[in-house]
C-alpha cells in the first residue's frame, strides 16, 4: 500500500494552515501592537501582557485552574472504580452500560446547561416534580456539579478502553506470583492503564479549565472562569484596541497547557487509541 | 464461585454506588429536557400538566409559527445542513488522509497521527480562536462557509482515529495483489481498501456527524454576526431563559431518540454478523 502514501500529504498542508499560521499570528499579536482588524505596520512590546495585571483575569485564571484540577481528580476518583467495574461485567451487560453512559454526550451541551440551570432554582420543574429544590444557583457548588456532570464520562470512556483491553491473566500472574489485590491493581492494573488516565485527565482537564458557557450560566457572574474572558475580549469587546492582542494572551497562556497535554499524549498514546 | 475477600466486596459494594451516582448525574439533566418537552406552561419554568403542544408545534405549525419559530427552524435547518456537509467532505478527506498516513513508514506515521491528536486534545475555544483568526487573515468573511470549513476541520481527526485502527487490520498484500491483476492504483483502493475499513468509515462519519450537529463554541467563533446554528441561537437566549421557546426541548428529545435508533440498528446488524447462521 506504500503507493498510496501521498494521499496523506494535502493533511500536513492543510493543518499547518489551520494550526500553525494561526498560533505563530497569536504570538505574533500577543507580543506586538499589531492591529487584528486593520494589519500593517506594528512594533514589538511587552505591554499586552498587562491584560496579567487586570484583577478579574487573575481570578478567573486561578478559578479555571482550580475548577479544572478538582473537576478532574474528582473524575478520576469516581471515574476509575466506575470503569473497572464495568470491565468484569458480562459482555452485553457491559455494551448496554457504555451505550447508556454515552447516550447523555449526544445532546446539546448547551441544552444540558439549560436543564441544570432549572434543578438548580429554587422554584422550577424539579422542584415541583421532585418535591424539593436545590437553590444552589450563583454558587460555586453549582458550577462544580455542573462541571462534574459534563465531563466526567470524558475520564470513564479511555479508562474504561485501556481496562477492557488488558489482558486479564495478568492478573492471575500476579496472583499466583503471590501479590495481594491491593499489590496486584498498585503494581500491575494501575501502571498498564497510565495511557487511559493521561487520556482521561487531558480530556476532562483541559475543557473545565476552558469552560464558558457553564460557569456563565450556572455560576453567574460570582465565578469568573478565564474562558468568559476570552470570550470577553474576542467577541464582545473585540472592536476595541489592543482587545484582541490581550485575548490572544490569555489564550497562549491556555495553549502552554495544551502543549503540555499534547507531549503528554504523545508520550503515551501516539496514534490516539484512547482518544475516540 | 470463588469467595469474595471482605476487600473486594467492598470495592464492588462502593463501585456500583459510584456507577449508579454517575448514571444519576448523567440523567438528572436529561429527565429534566424530557419533562420540560411535554410540560404545557409555555415559559417552561414550572410544571404545569402534561401537554405535546411544542412538539406539535415543532413538526407541523408551518400555517402560523411565532416569529421565534421560524428563527429557531433555521437554526435547525442550518445545524442540519452544514452537519451533512461537514460530514460528507470529512469522512472522504479523513479515509484518504488515514489511507495516506497508513502507507507512511512507521516514523513518519506516527508523527502524522501525533499531529492528528491536535484538534482533538485542543480545548474548543483555543480552536474556535485560531480558527477566527487565521480565517480572517487569510480574507474569509466570517459565516456559513468558514463554519463549514471549521466544522469540516475538527470532524476529519476523528474519521482518521476511526478509520485507522480497520487499515491495520488488513492483509497488505491485498491491495498489491489487486495492482498485479491490472487495477490502478486507485481502483485499489476502491475496490479492496475501502470495502474491508468500511465499518471504520461509517463509524467515522457517524461521529463526524454528532460531532457537528451538538457544537458550540467552535461555531460560535466562526459564525460572525448574520448566521445562527441551534446552539448559537441557544446561547442568545441564555441570558433571558425566560423567553426560551420550549419547541427546544421537543427538538432534543427527538434527537435523542433519532441517536437511540441509528445505535440500536447498527448494534442489531452487528449482533447478526457476528453470529453466523
Same mark, same amino acid.
Given at each position: ?8 500529504d494535502p ?8 494550526i ?7 504570538v ?63 459482555e452485553?451487560?457491559?455494551r ?61 470512556l ?10 486479564k ?50 455560576g ?24 484582541i ?28 487509541e484512547?482518544?475516540? | #464461585?470463588?469467595?469474595?475477600?471482605? !476487600?473486594? /466486596? *467492598?470495592f ?5 454506588? &459510584?456507577?449508579?451516582?454517575? $448514571?444519576?448525574?448523567?440523567y ?51 445545524t ?48 474556535g480562536?485560531?480558527? #477566527?483568526?487565521?480565517?480572517?487573515? !487569510?480574507? /474569509? *468573511? ?6 463549514? &470549513?471549521a466544522?469540516?476541520? $475538527? ?11 480497520k ?33 471504520g468509515i ?5 461521529i ?7 457544537d ?62
Amino acid at each position: 500500500m506504500h503507493r498510496l502514501r501521498r494521499l496523506g500529504d494535502p493533511y500536513v498542508v492543510w493543518m499547518a494552515t489551520l494550526i500553525l499560521l494561526p498560533t505563530v499570528f497569536l504570538v505574533l499579536l500577543s507580543f506586538s501592537d499589531l492591529s487584528f482588524f486593520r494589519p500593517g505596520g506594528f512594533t514589538l512590546t511587552l505591554s499586552q501582557l498587562r491584560v496579567f495585571g487586570s484583577p478579574i483575569v487573575r481570578r478567573s485564571l486561578s478559578n479555571s485552574f482550580l475548577f479544572a484540577s478538582g473537576v478532574s481528580v474528582a473524575s478520576f476518583l469516581i471515574g476509575y472504580p466506575v470503569a473497572y467495574l464495568l470491565t468484569t461485567l458480562r459482555e452485553s451487560t457491559k455494551r448496554i452500560l457504555m451505550a447508556i453512559l454515552i447516550l447523555p454526550l449526544w445532546t446539546n451541551m448547551l441544552v444540558r446547561i439549560t436543564a441544570w440551570e432549572r434543578i438548580f432554582s429554587q422554584n422550577s420543574i424539579f422542584s415541583d416534580v421532585f418535591g424539593f429544590a436545590i437553590p444552589i444557583l450563583g454558587t460555586a457548588g453549582a458550577v462544580w456539579i455542573g462541571l462534574l456532570a459534563m465531563y466526567l464520562p470524558f475520564m470513564i470512556l479511555p479508562l474504561f478502553s485501556v481496562l477492557d483491553k488488558m489482558d486479564k491473566r495478568l492478573i492471575e500472574a500476579a496472583k499466583d506470583l503471590g501479590a495481594n489485590d491491593v499489590q496486584t491493581f498498585l503494581r500491575v492494573v494501575l501502571p498498564l492503564s497510565a495511557s487511559g488516565i493521561v487520556s482521561g485527565f487531558i480530556m476532562t482537564f483541559l475543557p473545565s479549565l476552558t469552560a464558558f458557557a457553564l460557569p456563565e450560566t450556572l455560576g453567574w457572574r460570582n465565578i469568573p472562569m478565564i474562558g468568559m474572558e476570552i470570550q470577553k475580549q474576542f467577541i464582545l469587546k473585540g472592536f476595541e484596541a489592543d482587545a484582541i492582542n490581550q485575548g490572544a494572551v490569555i489564550s497562549l497562556s491556555i495553549m502552554a497547557f495544551s502543549v503540555l497535554s499534547f507531549l503528554l499524549i504523545a508520550k503515551v498514546d501516539k496514534e490516539g487509541e484512547t482518544l475516540l | #464461585m470463588k469467595r469474595m475477600t471482605p !476487600l473486594k /466486596f *467492598a470495592f464492588f459494594g462502593f463501585s456500583y454506588a &459510584l456507577l449508579i451516582g454517575a $448514571f444519576a448525574l448523567l440523567y438528572l439533566p436529561i429527565v429534566i429536557i424530557f419533562l420540560l418537552s411535554i410540560n404545557s406552561s409555555t415559559r417552561g419554568y414550572n410544571w404545569q400538566g402534561f401537554s405535546l403542544e411544542w412538539y406539535s408545534q415543532l413538526l407541523f405549525n408551518f400555517a402560523n409559527p411565532s416569529s421565534d419559530l421560524v428563527l429557531f427552524r433555521e437554526a435547525i435547518f442550518n445545524t442540519i445542513w452544514i452537519a451533512l456537509r461537514s460530514t460528507f467532505f470529512a469522512t472522504i478527506f479523513g479515509t484518504a488522509f488515514a489511507i495516506g498516513i497508513h502507507a507512511r513508514d512507521k516514523k513518519r506515521r506516527l508523527r502524522m497521527m501525533v499531529m492528528n491528536n491536535v484538534p482533538v486534545v485542543n480545548p474548543d475555544i483555543v480552536t474556535g480562536i485560531s480558527l #477566527m483568526v487565521v480565517f480572517s487573515l !487569510l480574507g /474569509f *468573511a466570517l459565516g456559513e462557509t468558514t463554519v463549514l &470549513l471549521a466544522h469540516i476541520f $475538527f470532524s476529519i481527526p476523528y474519521v482518521v482515529l476511526s478509520v485507522m485502527p480497520k487499515l491495520k487490520q488488513l492483509d497488505p498484500h491485498l491491495y498489491e495483489a489487486a495492482l498485479d491483476l491490472g487495477c490502478t492504483r486507485l481502483q485499489g483502493a476502491w475496490k479492496v481498501i475501502i470495502p474491508n475499513i468500511r465499518t471504520g468509515i461509517i463509524g467515522g462519519a457517524l461521529i463526524a456527524f454528532t460531532m457537528s450537529i451538538d457544537d458550540f463554541v467552535i461555531s460560535y467563533f466562526t459564525s460572525g454576526v448574520d448566521f445562527e446554528n441551534v446552539s448559537i441561537w441557544l446561547y442568545t437566549k441564555m441570558r433571558n431563559p425566560q423567553n426560551l421557546n420550549p419547541t427546544l426541548y421537543a427538538y432534543n428529545v427527538l434527537i435523542i431518540l433519532i441517536t437511540i435508533a441509528i445505535l440500536f440498528t447498527i448494534n442489531r446488524r452487528r449482533d447478526k454478523k457476528e453470529i453466523p447462521a
